[in-house]
């Protein structure tokens, strides 16, 4: 595969640092606007409210080989005899738990880079022979999936401090799945020569273990592909409209995927012999090799999307160039990124165009310490995110780091002048942000530092509906928590263990949603749970048994739409038959500004989404911007109260 076209590369690594659980590559890109689905299946969900994995812990004391429901303690910083500093900590499998035996992890640093290796339970040891900064860059093994960005751009940065060791880091590997792929037509026929691409929307991240991410379908529309857990497969014919399916925990199991092509609707498909091409340079005019280069649909035609909705990714060569084909015609964002420069960014561009110059220019830095709000000591790992401030409600990641360093510092280089959120994340402790305001012409350092509560406990147990029998394995996540939808996502969630019982730890106080899901058994989306300080009172969650042959499905309460934040009000994309929000006739395009009678714009966007779900056949009233309407002298279109009622979906 062109090393230039690396959205969908079959790579996935999971990291856990200090009991956070932080995605790689592997998992699904969302668009960068905030959008989280209110009354639709979590399983998608965007950075607003994001998807979750397990946050591992202690094994059981009757059971070493039971699935614990927390897998990694927290990361501790100690005194140690070495000079410079040493890391320690566990490779384990990201579905099991159980410790990867000869997994390979490259360190490097501006003196080099050196390689450690795991023993049969694991376990590795990194001993800097520099001080200074390093990034993880590498980690490989046999049977799993890659992590290998370009080099020098890991997000991941260790800081050797002399005498002081970093012990328990776990990095969690996704097993590598050869699956099955079968393309059907809508009456169960075959369909040869169909055009099948796995989507990952990591590609920047396996630069270095560039992999095939298409296949063609034989005479029996068959074709064997690699794909992790979470990915996306589209098939596109063109007699037939596309079909997408996503490699669900079942069909890992299974090893089979089934994707059936509807019929076209018009005669003609969508073009998509489109480019969009150019250059990306420094503030001097210089070519800029290996910078990461994303195309998106334009932000500004939501819900109009163009093109993959994962959007696609390149690398540049070493005179800067790029070239992104097969777009469909339509207008698309483009940015051009790499480390330590302020990124280069297009908006509206009009596919075909093949002049594009996108300047990454120098930018101020950010900084700062990350301590205990109690004691006031340096938290020795956490996840960084910063998000730039687009509207009242939207916020776009702009970057995401996890630091591991005893003395609790981070930095973070090459941000241009705008309106940020910062927020950070750890294990234990409960999220905290603050907004920064990068002035024009800054060069930084610009000091902002945080203090660290410790976050709340909810612990509970999840069972099988109707035999009440305890269900292991279970995968229990909170939406709408971490440092965004990117590629260092800190995850809330766990695993239950062999009873059926699971524990989350740091949340938040106030309301939240939980997604809960268990092999071959609907998925449930739970809202309106109330998280108190200290403990929250133990819950049993049920979850329905598939029948033989039955597809799962997700179950929720809610509209029946999806949502993005636009300015000051949460635009409707999809809007589902049978859903709330489709009986009161909204459509896409609409615009919610108030719940209830307040505004959307005080809420927030996660505080709209969980007042917009709620108990099965509730009311709620919505005051809704209508698309279709325009108010006088091209004023904003005037709002409108909508009653609407919270239905069960399934989907």
Request: proline share 7%; glycine share 12%.
């Amino acid at each position: 595969m062109d090393r230039k076209r690396t959205i969908g590369l079959l790579v996935a690594v999971l990291v856990l640092l200090g009991g956070a659980l932080f995605l790689l590559s592997g998992g699904r890109k969302e668009p960068q606007e905030a959008r989280a689905p209110a009354g639709t299946p979590a399983a998608k969900p965007a950075p607003a409210s994001p998807d979750t994995r397990t946050s591992p812990g202690r094994e059981p004391a009757h059971a070493a080989s039971a699935l614990p429901s927390r897998l990694v303690p927290a990361t501790r910083a100690e005194d140690s005899a070495e000079p410079l500093g040493a890391f320690e900590g566990r490779v384990i499998s990201a579905t099991t738990g159980e410790g990867v035996e000869g997994a390979e992890l490259t360190f490097a640093a501006e003196a080099g880079a050196t390689s450690a290796r795991t023993e049969a339970s694991g376990r590795f040891r990194f001993v800097p022979h520099t001080p200074g900064t390093w990034q993880l860059a590498v980690v490989t093994a046999r049977g799993y999936l890659p992590f290998g960005p370009e080099w020098g751009q890991s997000p991941i940065r260790l800081t050797a401090v002399p005498g002081q060791r970093i012990s328990d880091i776990v990095l969690a590997l996704t097993p590598e799945a050869e699956l099955l792929g079968t393309v059907l037509d809508v009456e169960g026929k075959p369909v040869a020569g169909a055009q099948v691409r796995v989507l990952t929307g990591r590609g920047g991240e396996s630069v270095l273990f560039p992999t095939s991410d298409r296949y063609t379908s034989d005479v029996r529309g068959e074709l064997r592909f690699h794909a992790p857990e979470g990915a996306t497969v589209e098939a596109r014919h063109p007699a037939y409209a596309s079909a997408r399916a996503e490699v669900t925990p079942s069909v890992v199991l299974s090893r089979k995927l089934v994707l059936v092509l509807g019929k076209r609707e018009s005669a003609s498909a969508a073009a998509l012999g489109e480019t969009l091409a150019g250059r990306v340079v420094d503030g001097g005019g210089t070519a800029v090799a290996g910078a990461l280069v994303s195309v998106a649909s334009a932000a500004s035609a939501w819900p109009r999307r163009y093109g993959d909705e994962l959007g696609y990714e390149t690398v540049t060569d070493a005179e800067g160039r790029f070239s992104v084909e097969g777009l469909e015609t339509g207008t698309y964002d483009v940015t051009a990124r790499l480390m330590g420069l302020a990124p280069g960014e297009l908006r509206d561009v009009a596919a075909g165009r093949k002049d594009l110059v996108l300047t990454l220019a120098r930018g101020a830095k950010l900084g700062g310490t990350v301590r205990d709000a109690a004691s006031g000591k340096p938290l020795p790992s956490f996840t960084l995110a910063v998000f730039t401030k687009r509207g009242p409600l939207q916020r776009d990641a702009f970057a995401q780091l996890s630091f591991i360093d005893a003395q609790g510092r981070y930095e973070v280089a090459g941000v241009p002048a705008g309106s940020y959120v910062v927020e950070v994340a750890a294990h234990g402790y409960a999220p905290s942000e603050a907004s920064v305001e990068v002035p024009k012409g800054a060069s930084g350092p610009l000091t902002t530092d945080f203090a660290l509560s410790p976050g709340a406990t909810m612990t509970g147990r999840v069972v099988e509906a109707d035999t009440n029998l305890p269900l292991e394995r279970a995968r229990i996540s909170v939406e709408g928590l971490g440092t965004g939808g990117g590629a260092l996502s800190l995850r809330y969630d766990a695993l239950t263990d062999a009873r059926g019982n699971f524990t989350l730890d740091g949340l938040p106080t106030g309301e939240v949603s939980l997604f809960v899901s268990a092999d071959k058994h609907h998925s449930r989306v739970l809202s309106g749970i109330t998280v108190r300080p200290g403990a929250t009172p133990p819950r049993t969650i049920e979850l329905r048994k598939t029948a033989e042959g039955e597809e799962p499905q997700v179950e929720l309460v809610g509209i029946g739409a999806v949502l993005a934040a636009r300015e000051d009000a949460l635009v409707l994309g999809e809007v589902m038959p049978g859903g709330g929000a489709a009986e009161a006739g909204l459509v896409t395009g609409d615009g919610i500004v108030r719940i209830d009678g307040r505004p959307v714009v005080e809420m927030g966007f996660a505080e709209a989404v969980q007042r917009i779900r709620g108990p099965e056949g509730s009311r709620l009233v919505l005051g809704v911007r209508r698309a279709s309407a325009v108010g006088a002298g091209g004023s904003p279109a005037p709002v409108v109260d909508l009653i609407v009622t919270r239905r069960s979906i399934r989907r």
